[in-house]
């Protein structure tokens, strides 16, 4: 396990990342836990997303859970129906969790992965739960199309794609390096 002074070594390491890449998100700790939190409006998203990022107190050896937070609930294609109460899903990339929607980011965590890497993760998810609003076509079908066309650029390509064309907080993010 990592000691304090590891870990908060790392989640001000992660801090800098975040606001250097990632906009204005605010940290805050609660027993043992350290969250970041703040507004997303990805370019092409017609609505403000907050999101909550929780480290829990093995951060980094254990991953992050990450919550769309607001709109809350947030809600389905289906009438009268919340996205949440589809459970664990795979077609939305979401865990049972209620009423916030918790999103499923990765298979396999690596204590090497940056937080910033998970909120390029967010808007990616964010512009694809749109997309099944307005299409019908599940989140999980819409991000593997969107990962087939990344796995054919660079990773200074992917980064520049994703990060520059959202913005986060009315900041523009592009020409940032």
């Not at 829990?56 to 609930?73: A, K, R, W």
């Not at 929607?101 to 204590?111: E, G, L, P």
């Not at 910033?116 to 739960?129: D, G, I, Q």
């Not at 019908?136 to 990344?150: K, Q, Y």
Request: net charge positive.
């Amino acid at each position: 396990m990592t000691t304090m002074s590891e870990r908060e070594h790392r989640i001000r390491f992660e801090a800098g990342l975040m606001r250097l890449y990632g906009g204005d998100w605010h940290r805050r700790d609660d027993g043992g836990f350290t969250m970041f939190e703040g507004f997303t409006a990805p370019s092409g998203c017609f609505a403000r997303y907050r999101a909550r990022l929780v480290l829990p107190p093995s951060f980094p050896c254990q991953q992050p859970d990450l919550y769309v937070i607001e709109p809350c609930p947030l809600r389905s294609r289906i009438s009268g129906k919340h996205l949440y109460e589809f459970g664990t899903s795979h077609d939305f990339h979401i865990y049972k969790h209620e009423p916030q929607v918790k999103i499923c980011y990765t298979q396999s965590w690596d204590a090497s992965t940056a937080c910033v890497k998970v909120m390029v993760k967010l808007v990616l998810w964010l512009l694809a739960y749109e997309q099944y609003l307005d299409s019908g076509r599940t989140i999980a079908d819409l991000l593997n199309v969107e990962n087939d066309r990344l796995a054919d650029m660079s990773w200074l390509q992917r980064r520049q794609r994703v990060v520059g064309r959202s913005k986060i907080l009315g900041r523009e993010t592009h020409g940032r390096h």
